[in-house]
């Protein structure tokens, strides 16, 4: 498949797979006679991979380190992992912050909104 339909099943832009690309964070893209790209179920799994580390809010430094350590020629040795696993984790507990934070920002406008519901009501009679 062509980038367009890789970036349409990945949720990723054209130029962003471009950029993935150039920084290494993903494998060679095989190219056809006319030099374009041609993208496997595979790389549009991986774009999908690293679109939704993204979306988490992993930061691209962590992304990178993530993806050069996939596909180092060693991925699967221990200490690669074990670093995978390990920016995973770190990431998870920055998430659950971030979602106790979502959570009390949202009590915070539930009670805002009862009150201005609740003055409504009574200016309304």
Known sequence: MRIKEAAARSGL?????????KSGMLEAIRRDARGWRVFTNDDV????????LRTTG??????KRFA???H???RNAP????????LLENHAVTLAHRQAELEACKHFLDHK??????????ANG
Request: overall charge negative; charged content about 30%.
């Open 68 to 70: 050069v350590s996939a």
């Open 79 to 86: 200490d690669q992992r074990a670093l995978r696993l390990s």
């Open 58 to 63: 992993m930061p691209l430094d962590d992304v």
């Open 72 to 74: 180092a020629a060693d």
């Open 45 to 52: 799994n991986w774009l999908t991979t690293l679109e939704r």
């Open 13 to 21: 832009t054209q130029d962003t797979i471009r950029f993935y690309e």
């Open 113 to 122: 909104i009862s009150l201005y519901r609740t003055s409504l009501e009574v």
